[in-house]
Nanobody, 122 residues
Framework: QLEDSGGGLVQAGASLRLSCAAS????????MGWFRQAPGKEREFVSA????????SYADSVKGRFTISRDNGKMAVYLQMNSLSPEDTAVYYC?????????????????WGQGTQVTVSS
């Protein structure tokens, strides 16, 4: 089970930090990812991190602004989002893949959080 949190309403240029708390089975040796879905659009990949944390991947649209991290001891994953723009407005979902290495494909992820809304005003 995954529980997303940390979303909110902010102005353009602001920062937010999303958190994802995982239960035991969901946080085994899993690659963890963040996806987002804006109204009327398909769910898209944002970022992913390998089990060890040694490998990360980012969508081009967030590179240099977002940073993914994880704390395996706390069974948590984070997404630090800086320089937010209205184009980042979406529901953000944490997800777990059933293997340790990175995947950027949504269908590879087996467990999903309920989502947290991020709204960026101009």
């Amino acid at each position: 089970q995954l529980e997303d949190s940390g979303g909110g309403l902010v102005q353009a240029g602001a920062s937010l930090r999303l958190s994802c708390a995982a239960s035991g089975r969901t946080f085994g040796r899993n690659c963890m990812g963040w996806f987002r879905q804006a109204p009327g659009k398909e769910r898209e990949f944002v970022s992913a991190i390998s089990w060890s944390g040694g490998s990360t991947s980012y969508a081009d649209s967030v590179k240099g602004r977002f940073t993914i991290s994880r704390d395996n001891g706390k069974m948590a994953v984070y997404l630090q989002m800086n320089s937010l723009s209205p184009e980042d407005t979406a529901v953000y979902y944490c997800a777990a893949a059933p293997w340790a290495t990175i995947t950027t494909t949504a269908k590879d992820y087996s467990d999903w959080g309920q989502g947290t809304q991020v709204t960026v005003s101009s």
